[in-house]
């Protein structure tokens, strides 16, 4: 039985730990960090957030290899309304395993949350196990070690895709996937060279360098408070991860072009398309909810664009008018950027990606009936699986007679059939995959 004294919104109050718990149990339930962190934030003292989103994130990102774990040490598994006791011992193994902190700062801690879960039975299994871990660490370990998956800590059905599609870089991909993201920043061409903001940073005392692959990108050598950023505020720049940079470098805007963002929210590829040139750009998106963030950003930034609610399929959002160039930055697995939403391990299944390539290929079809003859359209997802990615776009090529592809000029990445494969990189961007295609008259 839930307390809901505890677990409800009566207690305003939750310690980082708890939270944490909270958040862990939810992604074992099928709902997403994006969703739950919010709300739990609002719920832990404002000291202790980056404590919970460490604990949390990390609590995710190793958790297959925290559950075979967990199993190895419970006797018997717990109960189905026991759940959220499982996830407390990942939380606690994930301090343990992962962060290396002594048993003594974290165990008794960890216990503790049993009392305020309500749960304080459970007591003495949380604490057995993780002691157990703490004497026996050096010998339960080493099995862990030599199974992929459990080594990597992703599910056994992308380990799977990976090792068969890309027999040479697998490993680096699973290994980059569990690395922290760098924090990249777009800088907005219309206020400002990239030489100059860098020189802005360097007098702020802030350790930056440019991108090798974006023309816009900056790297920060240290996460920090971005509002904090010299003219963020005024839009001199914004976060943007260098591969996803890459989207309007390569579509490449003209001044008084026509332009569809097809999938746009949240709109960080809207506004640098806008940046880049004096375009008429037309933001779409079916998640309404999501196009808010679309308006803000715009609105930092000082563009303007037509921004619709509207499922691409149909023709009622349309006024008929064809485009000169198409974004399609289709709904994907997001295994490219696994490194920032860990809780993709959890949360994705590998029947999602039939389900994932029927939805892809339906709006690649309606983008092209939108685009002008002579028009180019830049294929894009943040997946590293070529289910979604070349072999989408070479069934595409396949059954569409006036569709070339055209080159990418970037360095990055492996050239494939049609288009490119970016890999994530540790201290560089994430993976993506491009292809840009001309609509032949």
């Not at 309304?81 to 939380?91: C, G, K, N, S, T």
């Not at 157990?132 to 990597?152: H, S």
């Not at 816009?216 to 509002?227: E, F, G, K, Q, S």
């Not at 563009?303 to 399929?313: G, K, P």
Request: contains cysteine; aromatic residues 6%; proline residues 5%.
């Amino acid at each position: 039985m839930i307390n809901s004294n505890i677990w409800g919104h009566s207690n305003p109050t939750l310690s980082a730990r708890l939270a944490a718990v909270k958040a862990v149990h939810g992604v074992m339930q099928g709902r997403s960090l994006n969703q739950l962190l919010p709300v739990l934030e609002q719920q832990v003292t404002p000291q202790d957030r980056g404590f919970l989103r460490d604990l949390a994130l990390g609590s995710c990102r190793y958790y297959f290899r925290l559950h075979a774990l967990a199993k190895i040490l419970l006797k018997k598994p717990w109960g189905d309304e026991d759940q959220d006791l499982h996830a407390l011992l990942i939380v606690g193994l994930y301090q343990l395993n992962i962060q290396g902190k002594a048993p003594h700062a974290a165990v008794h801690a960890t216990v503790d949350v049993c009392d305020e879960m309500g749960k304080g039975y459970a007591k003495p299994v949380i604490n057995g196990c993780l002691r157990r871990y703490g004497r026996e660490y050096e010998t339960l370990t080493p099995a862990l070690d030599d199974n992929p998956v459990t080594a990597t800590s992703h599910p056994k059905w992308l380990v799977k895709l990976l090792t068969k599609h890309w027999p040479e870089f697998w490993h680096e991909i699973l290994t980059a996937n569990n690395q922290l993201p760098p924090l990249c920043l777009r800088v907005n061409r219309r206020q400002g060279s990239r030489d100059a903001y860098l020189a802005r940073l360097q007098a702020a005392g802030i350790d930056a360098h440019a991108g090798q692959h974006s023309t816009d990108a900056i790297y920060l050598a240290a996460p920090c408070d971005v509002t904090q950023l010299p003219g963020f505020a005024d839009g001199a720049v914004s976060v943007q991860d260098e591969a996803a940079q890459l989207a309007a470098q390569l579509l490449a805007p003209q001044d008084g072009e026509r332009i569809l963002d097809a999938c746009a929210a949240p709109g960080g590829k809207t506004c640098h398309l806008l940046e880049c040139a004096d375009a008429d750009v037309t933001a779409l998106d079916i998640d309404g909810k999501r196009l808010q963030r679309v308006h803000d950003n715009l609105d930092r930034l000082q563009l303007r664009a037509q921004v619709i609610a509207a499922d691409m399929a149909e023709d009622d959002w349309w006024n008929g008018q064809l485009f000169d160039a198409i974004l399609l930055d289709v709904p994907c697995s997001a295994t490219g950027v696994i490194r920032r939403h860990p809780d993709i391990k959890l949360l994705r299944r590998r029947d999602d990606i039939d389900q994932l390539q029927a939805t892809q290929a339906q709006l690649l079809s309606k983008a092209w009936t939108l685009l002008k003859p002579g028009g180019r359209l830049l294929y894009a997802t943040c997946s590293t699986l070529p289910a979604e990615n070349d072999e989408q776009v070479s069934q595409f090529l396949a059954r569409t007679d006036n569709a070339r592809t055209m080159h990418l000029d970037i360095s990055t990445g492996m050239a494939c059939n049609a288009g490119r494969q970016l890999f994530p990189q540790e201290q560089g961007h994430d993976g993506f995959y491009y292809a840009l295609l001309h609509k032949t008259s």
